[in-house]
């Protein structure tokens, strides 16, 4: 890969005159998406686009060009999951936390999605599987790397650094989540497919089933 930040920047130009700009995020995405191989294929995927007079983005005969797309599809879809997944809880100073671990490094992707969302109260979310979060001060989206304890879901843990009503809001967010649950209408697979168990650790409605 190009380490010359100088060099770096003249062939992402070239890349950005020579693709699309939904051609040029996915070669991005594919980096996020650190999937096996993924910078070699970046690498052969660059290649092909300067050695060819025309775009070629949809020429999906081409093992480059269809690997590029799949992974960038990855990390769209677990994007997509985590604006959905991200569970806050408010600590007793006030800012609100949440703790993801999603198979791509899609904070990058989902930052302007939480700071337009939750533009008047302070948050982060952190990536426990890439020890690094995102953290809004009602200014600005910083870059941060801290440590969290392991324990972050044990009920000490909670009480130690969540304000006094988390608790209650907590319970209620769980009710909430098994009453609109309609036992006849379930569906196990479907649930799991838009659902993953390997999420379950960080969402709130199902921590509490794993304590039970």
């Not at 990390?75 to 806050?88: D, G, L, N, P, Q």
């Not at 408010?90 to 671990?101: F, G, P, R, S, V």
């Not at 319970?171 to 497919?193: A, C, D, G, M, P």
Request: net charge positive; charged share 30%; with cysteine.
């Amino acid at each position: 890969m190009v380490t010359d930040p100088e060099k770096a920047k003249r062939v992402s130009d070239s890349l950005r005159n020579r693709l699309s700009k939904e051609g040029f995020k996915r070669i991005y995405s594919t980096f996020l998406s650190e999937t096996a191989q993924s910078e070699d294929l970046m690498f052969r995927f660059a290649s092909y686009v300067f050695a060819s007079e025309k775009n070629i983005e949809e020429d999906l005969s081409n093992s480059e060009v269809w690997g590029v797309r799949k992974a960038a599809q990855i990390t769209r879809r677990e994007s997509h999951r985590m604006k959905a997944f991200v569970r806050f809880k408010l600590t007793k100073d006030q800012l609100y936390y949440a703790i993801i671990e999603p198979d791509c490094d899609v904070l990058p992707l989902i930052e302007n999605h939480f700071s337009s969302r939750y533009a008047d109260q302070r948050w982060l979310i952190y990536d426990a599987k890439r020890k690094y979060g995102i953290y809004y001060d009602l200014k600005k989206v910083s870059t941060v790397e801290l440590q969290f304890s392991s324990e972050h879901n044990s009920d000490k843990f909670l009480a130690e650094i969540c304000d006094q009503e988390e608790a209650f809001f907590q319970n209620l967010w769980v009710q909430y989540f098994t009453h609109v649950n309609i036992e006849s209408r379930k569906n196990t697979r479907l649930h799991l497919r838009h659902m993953p168990k390997r999420y379950w650790k960080n969402l709130t409605e199902k921590v509490a089933k794993i304590k039970k």
